[in-house]
């Protein structure tokens, strides 16, 4: 069965950043958010520079060869940002978080690094695909914060791991796609400020990816849009 993508994005930069940082992409088969960081040191464009380099990625992939295609385009983005940096001292400390995904008609192949997150929506059930690199799930990992106590902690926005030019290892998953599996992926604007109940409800009751996707925005805007926020929503529907 051939499945294709319906989706929709939005971004805002909130309430109190004066400029937005993230950057996505969104086509015919691959989804990508990416969450610059660094303040002055130009955030937004090491989210350009990785969402750029991973663009080549939306054409036909043989299943085999995804997760190679995905592996040397993030190198590709992270020798970029090294390049930039090499360049341009002053923007020595800016990097980015990145997730993707590809899709052919029978595999989606996630990669993932830093602290922006895909989750998939099926059988009714929001499931979160990945981990986030930070010092607080690290902690949760350690068992010496209860995961309850990760989103009011101190140091909560503290990353591991992000694209910085830097060595980095990022986390890939697999999934066999379904007809009417949801996708979100989204930075964590929105998963900081919106629990994850709330999230699944408007992935549940919003059958339009444009009115999920405005709703999740609107949501996140409401809980006070402390950071910007950037959301996709993607049905996978059969069909040519």
Request: charged share 20%; hydrophobic share 40%.
């Amino acid at each position: 069965m051939t499945l294709h993508l319906r989706w929709a994005a939005v971004t805002d930069q909130g309430h109190v950043r004066s400029t937005n940082q993230d950057c996505f992409y969104a086509g015919e088969r691959l989804l990508v958010v990416a969450d610059g960081m660094g303040g002055m040191a130009a955030g937004d464009v090491a989210s350009r520079i990785a969402v750029d380099a991973m663009v080549s990625l939306d054409v036909a992939i043989d299943n085999e060869h995804q997760m190679d295609a995905l592996h040397k385009a993030l190198e590709v983005a992270n020798g970029r940002i090294a390049e930039k940096v090499a360049g341009e001292p002053a923007l020595q400390g800016m990097g980015t978080t990145l997730t993707a995904v590809i899709f052919s008609g029978e595999r989606a192949a996630l990669a993932h690094v830093g602290d922006s997150r895909a989750y998939l929506l099926r059988d009714g059930r929001l499931n979160q695909l990945t981990k986030d690199d930070t010092y607080v799930q690290m902690l949760v990992d350690q068992g010496l914060i209860r995961p309850e106590e990760a989103a009011g902690h101190p140091r909560r926005a503290v990353v591991t791991q992000a694209l910085q030019g830097e060595p980095v290892s990022p986390s890939y998953v697999i999934v066999e796609p379904e007809p009417g599996d949801r996708w979100l992926l989204c930075s964590d604007g929105l998963t900081t400020v919106v629990p994850p109940e709330h999230i699944e409800g408007e992935m549940l009751a919003q059958p339009d990816p444009q009115t999920c996707a405005d709703r999740l925005l609107d949501l996140a805007l409401q809980g006070g849009g402390p950071d910007n926020i950037t959301v996709i929503v993607a049905d996978l529907l059969p069909g040519d």
